[in-house]
């Protein structure tokens, strides 16, 4: 035979197959604004889906070969029969980003699949954080495929109400957690915990702020330390370092002499006290940060007043 003949049959063969597709009506899952894939005579085709907005299983009728339109939403039964054919691959649900569910493998020893970081899931349906599911893999996505009915809900109830307290991933102490199940809840709290954090630190700064722009001073900057915050800020364009109490601001050590009374003022009024000095004609400074006397002198020579 030529090799024109068998190009010929070729051509017949796949025009055969389009035909036969175009006449003909197919089941898939179809995400919202995206394509669905088919494959004809081998070759894969991407068609857009009308309506666009339709998300879900749906049976479809081509009506060219870059279009295919809505027959109807497929029924339980079908949709069961098409997951099937994929292999099965059990997930822990780890977040959700709007409508997006993302997942970790449940076993980490199924070494079918090389997977790295977190999975989207398709089209999952009335679950809950940290359930474990099935989903089904086509080689291009992971579809949901069903609750695991193996696991334990209660274990996904725990993992949930610790994240609501805010439990540290190494302090988990339920029996039975699995190493997936105690990353699926990792992912989930470390952003939580550093958004949590990034709230409170922008909360302290205001305050911080607050208290010295009250007092006609200017915050450069602060650390954080136990229980006690470090502020630099400026007065009348000059620089000053005074550690302050979390809890109410109450000064521990002003950076300048007050005699040993720095406790019975908070950082609001020791701004004023500053701009006050300045005015009439200085101060001593205390502490390395300031460029002045060292602490434990300072101390020694003015012992902590009562307040």
């Keep these: ?33 995206s394509r669905i894939q088919v494959r004809i005579a081998g070759v ?15 049976l479809f009728r081509p009506e060219s070969h870059s279009e295919a339109r809505l027959v109807r939403p497929c029924r339980l039964a079908e949709r069961q029969r098409y997951l099937e054919l994929f292999p ?12 997006q569910w993302f997942a970790l493998p449940a076993h980490h020893a199924d070494s079918r699949f090389r997977v790295e970081g977190l999975i989207p899931v398709r089209l999952v349906e009335d679950v809950q954080l940290f359930e474990v599911i099935e989903s089904r893999f086509d080689g291009a996505q992971f579809w949901y495929a069903g609750p695991e009915p193996r696991w334990d809900p209660v274990t ?45 630190r922008s909360r302290e700064e205001v305050r911080l702020r607050q208290a010295v722009e009250h007092a006609g001073g ?27 109490s979390k809890d109410d601001l109450s000064v521990q050590v002003a950076g300048i002499c007050l005699s040993g009374e720095d406790e019975k003022f908070d950082l ?3 701004v ?18 300031n460029q002045g006397m060292a602490e434990e002198q300072y101390w020694r020579a003015h012992p902590r007043q009562p307040g």
């Design 268 to 270: 609001h009024s020791l």
């Design 1 to 33: 035979m030529s090799k024109s003949k068998h190009v010929d049959d070729a051509l017949n063969r796949l025009a055969t197959a389009e035909a036969r597709f175009l006449a003909s009506e197919f089941l898939a899952p179809a995400i919202r604004n």
């Design 218 to 244: 200017q915050l450069k900057g602060y650390l954080e330390r136990q229980d006690v915050y470090t502020v630099t800020y400026e007065v009348d364009g000059q620089r000053h370092v005074s550690a302050v």
């Design 156 to 200: 996904a109830a725990y993992l949930r109400q610790a994240l609501d307290q805010m439990v540290h991933p190494d302090q988990l102490s339920r029996p039975g957690l699995t190493p997936e199940e105690r990353a699926a809840y990792a992912t989930s709290y470390w952003p939580r915990y550093e958004a949590s954090e990034e709230a409170r």
């Design 272 to 289: 004023g006290v500053i701009r006050e000095a300045q005015g009439e004609g200085g101060f001593v400074r205390v502490g390395p940060e």
């Design 88 to 99: 099965l691959v059990r997930l822990v649900l780890a977040g959700r980003q709007n409508d």
């Design 44 to 58: 894969i085709c991407a068609l857009k889906v009308q309506p666009p907005d339709f998300e879900g299983w749906g």
